[in-house]
C-alpha cells in the first residue's frame, strides 16, 4: 500500500468488520468502497480480527471482502447456533461479547 510520505509495511494486526456472512463464509458488504479498504486492510496485515454481530449471518450483500479462512480472531455476540454455518472446521480465536 502506498500512502504520501512512502510505503506502509505490514501491520501486526488490523480490525474489520462484514456487512455479511454467507453459509460458505464468504465475508460481503454492500459498499465497494468499504470492500476495497477491507481488502487492503487483509493484504496488509498479518493478523486480522474480524468484528460481527448476529445479523451479519442472516444477511447478504454484493461486494465481496474476503472469507473466515482468512481471519485469525472473530468478535461476535453470535451464538454457536447461529454461527454454525460458514466455519467449516476453521479453528480460529473467538470473542463472544455480550
Known sequence: MIIAGGMVRKNDRGIIGAAA??????LLDFENREARVALAIIEQTWKIILIADQMKFQRRAPAQVGHLSEIECFV????????????GGRRMELTVAG
Not at 456472512?21 to 464468504?26: S, T
Not at 461476535?76 to 466455519?87: I, K, V
Open 21 to 26: 456472512i454467507d453459509r460458505e463464509g464468504e
Open 76 to 87: 461476535t455476540d453470535a451464538s454457536r447456533q447461529s454461527r454454525s454455518n460458514g466455519f
